[in-house]
């Protein structure tokens, strides 16, 4: 089954902690991206990465990092630099040949911090 | 500024009905317009995108609209079913963003038997 898997489902966080959240793809897709989705908002774009060893800055990369060293993973760090970092986070890919393609995302981990 | 803006209230539809959706968007200029499905607790999933040319799109039981002079796109799930029951969302995907998409916070539909 070709798909996005993101893990883990739930993370806990103590204030001051970083953590990496894993977000894995199985599709051959180039370009991949992390959101993250708070209540009533629409979902907001933090980190992408059109291809291996390259990434932007979304609209809100404050307090984030992420790296994309293999095709297949963009892990993406929430470090303790994020003030607010409770919320719902997406990964997603999209790839072929076209620049406008459908997005396919994984399932989300919801990060909590204590 | 820019925005996108859906409907926060949520549809109460009865099923058998049209559910019909908005979105519209202010100061921006998408060369494409997609709609995405969420349900509760996990990813989107991709539903309906259409051109900036086309003014409509058909899918099984869903038909999207796009009017640029308006500003707007409308979403119609005919037939409702309770299965339906989910948030969609609508994301414009603009000229030279290589992918990146600005979305719609949402509208929750309700199908009721």
């Known amino acids: 089954d070709g798909g996005i898997t993101q893990s883990p489902k739930y993370l806990f966080r103590k204030e001051g902690q970083n953590v990496t959240l894993s977000c894995e793809q199985n599709?051959?897709?180039?370009?991949m991206y992390w959101y993250r989705q708070d209540p009533g908002q629409g979902l907001r774009l933090i980190y992408y990465?059109?291809?291996?060893?390259?990434?932007q800055k979304g609209d809100i990369a404050e307090g984030y990092s992420v790296s994309r060293e293999k095709k297949e993973s963009f892990p993406l760090t929430v470090t303790s630099a994020q003030k607010n970092p409770t919320a719902f986070y997406l990964c997603?890919?999209?790839?072929?040949?076209?620049?406008?393609?459908?997005?396919?995302f994984g399932p989300g981990t919801r990060l909590t911090v204590l | 500024s820019q925005k996108i803006e859906q409907n926060s209230e949520a549809l109460n539809i009865q099923e058998g009905k049209t559910a019909t959706l908005t979105c519209n968007y202010t100061?921006?200029?998408?060369?494409?317009l997609q709609w995405y499905r969420q349900d509760p607790g996990r990813g989107p999933v991709f539903l309906l995108l259409?051109?900036?040319?086309?003014k409509e799109k058909r899918k099984e039981r869903l038909k999207v609209t796009f009017d640029t002079t308006l500003k707007q796109s409308l979403f119609h799930i005919t037939a409702s079913q309770p299965a339906d029951s989910a948030t969609y969302l609508c994301?414009?995907?603009?000229?030279?963003?290589?992918?990146?998409?600005?979305f719609g916070a949402g509208t929750q539909v309700v199908v009721t038997p």
């Open positions: 599709l051959n897709h180039d370009a």
């Open positions: 990465s059109q291809i291996v060893n390259d990434f």
């Open positions: 994301a414009l995907d603009l000229l030279d963003s290589w992918g990146k998409l600005q």
């Open positions: 100061n921006y200029s998408p060369a494409y």
């Open positions: 997603a890919s999209t790839g072929g040949t076209l620049l406008y393609n459908e997005q396919f």
């Open positions: 259409i051109r900036e040319n086309e």
